[in-house]
């Protein structure tokens, strides 16, 4: 399979912006995956996010902007099965999930607190490519099916702590990258 | 600011949180960590509270919650750093099989020889199944292939079954 990810200029690394900042817990806006400013986020996200150590995503509200737009790369992580590459995507939404499971998250926007989240270990993802406007339909499982909803539950204001699975499910984060 | 620890323990009824709460709020404590759960009906909570007070003046404020005898209140000072060193590796142990004494003080004997830290604890009993479930810090270097082989040493003498297992978080 060859790369998902469209032509896109050279990225800038942007600062992460941290929770409670409240361009994380808005509804991003729905963006034109031909706009110039569009793909040239989509470029920054991927740069900070190749920077940043251990990131596997990042999402356009978690470098203060409020758009429906994320860059996602898990290649290498040890709990990933398939894996599409690095990735970006606009307008993106889950089309179907299923397999839930629980697992342990953290997030570059809280980053002393860890959360045990339910998941589809299976989904169907379907966006924009920004650059190409072209539709594109991911279908994956296991860690990357997980990085794909926590991107887009991003992108829709809402962070772990949001979806968390009890009062005891909240961890102070113990190991750092 | 200084902190200060309350613990609120004895019998359930509605309210107790809202009450013991709004005593702190018009103190103007801002609650930290907490945590609170029921064990059989009985209630424990414990508070952290950033306040300038005196410990004298909270617990004051704090009598009319233990006034009919039916929940004990305490206030104690929380040390400026009560940090245990390098964090840990965190570990989830999972214990379960029929009840008997001495499952967890055999189970977590084993993982205190490691210098395992027990960061959360739940146990259960339900009819005659016990279940144990511990978050253990692990210090660095700890030989866990060892340690999960004490661990099934002590789970077979007790008749129990034992399971260790990281639980490292994923960055996203």
């Known amino acids: 399979m060859g790369s998902l990810l469209p032509e896109l200029p050279p990225g800038n690394v942007l600062p992460v912006v941290r929770a409670p900042a409240h361009v994380l817990s808005g509804a991003g806006a729905d963006v034109d995956p031909l706009d110039p400013a569009v793909v040239q986020l989509a470029a920054d996200l991927l740069a900070t996010q190749r920077v940043s150590p251990g990131c596997v995503g990042l999402a356009a509200p978690q470098v203060g902007v409020g758009w429906r737009l994320f860059s996602l790369d898990v290649t290498g992580h040890p709990k990933a099965r398939t894996v599409h590459g690095a990735v970006v995507l606009a307008n993106a939404e889950v089309v179907e999930a299923s397999r839930w499971e629980k697992g342990r998250e953290g997030c570059m926007s809280v980053p002393d607190l860890t959360g045990d989240v339910r998941r589809a270990g299976r989904v169907l993802v379907a966006g924009v490519v920004p650059g190409t406007g072209e539709r594109l339909e991911v279908r994956t499982d296991a860690f990357e099916a997980r990085a794909y909803q926590h991107e887009i539950d991003h992108c829709a204001g809402l962070l772990f702590l949001d979806r968390v699975a009890g009062a005891h499910a909240i961890h102070q984060r113990k190991t750092y990258l | ?172």
């Not at chain 2, 929380?78 to 004494?101: C, F, I, K, N, Q």
């Not at chain 2, 129990?160 to 960055?171: K, Q």
């Open chain 2, 1 to 172: 600011m200084p902190l200060l620890a309350v613990t609120v323990l004895g019998a359930d009824r509605p309210g107790i949180v809202a009450e013991v709460t709004g005593h702190l709020s018009r103190l103007g404590g801002n609650l930290e960590d907490s945590t609170m759960t029921l064990l059989r009906g009985h209630f424990a909570m414990l508070l952290v509270v950033a306040t300038d007070r005196p410990i004298g003046e909270v617990e004051q404020a704090l009598a009319p919650v233990a006034a009919d005898g039916t929940l004990d209140v305490a206030v104690r000072p929380v040390p400026e750093s009560t940090a245990t060193g390098a964090p840990g590796a965190p570990h989830l142990l999972s214990v379960h099989g029929g009840d008997r004494p001495g499952i967890v003080s055999s189970m977590l004997g084993v993982v205190a020889r490691v210098g395992g830290n027990v960061t959360d604890l739940t146990t259960r009993l339900s009819g005659d199944l016990y279940v144990v479930v511990a978050e253990v810090d692990l210090p660095a270097g700890t030989d866990t292939d060892a340690l999960a082989s004490a661990l099934r040493a002590a789970a077979d003498e007790l008749d129990v079954d034992v399971s260790l297992r990281a639980v490292d978080a994923d960055l996203l």
